[in-house]
Nanobody, 123 residues
């Protein structure tokens, strides 16, 4: 069972990145998916989440209007489109899966985690 996050990198403020999270090893049918981030010295926070159907989404206030979460057609892939990036978006970004299909923002609600991908925004 694996979640593989990719797409991070170094970008200037105002730029864009698209993160991807691919599930392998099992089907994540019925799972909600979330994107979290953790900056040095800070707690891991949920920035976006999406239900299995894609019909429900959650965004942290700090990213509303700039980030968009979506699922691929096969629903085993989830994306995070990040636009108008700011220096404060710099963090390691993780994807996670919740088998109960909730849109809960706490880390303990999620059953599987990816390895993280670094996003660095230069100002």
């Amino acid at each position: 069972v694996q979640l593989q996050a990719s797409g991070g990198g170094l970008v200037q403020a105002g730029g864009s990145l698209r993160l991807s999270c691919a599930a392998s090893g099992r089907t994540f049918s019925g799972y909600a998916m979330g994107w979290f981030r953790q900056a040095p010295g800070q707690e891991r926070e949920c920035v976006a989440a999406i239900s299995w159907s894609g019909g429900r989404t959650y965004y942290a206030d700090s990213v509303k209007g700039r980030f968009t979460i979506s699922r691929g057609n096969a629903k085993n892939t989830v994306y995070l489109q990040m636009n108008s990036l700011k220096a404060e978006d710099t963090a390691v970004y993780y994807c996670a899966a919740d088998r109960r299909n909730r849109l809960i923002t706490t880390t303990t609600a999620y059953d599987y985690w990816g390895q993280g991908t670094q996003v660095t925004v230069s100002s």
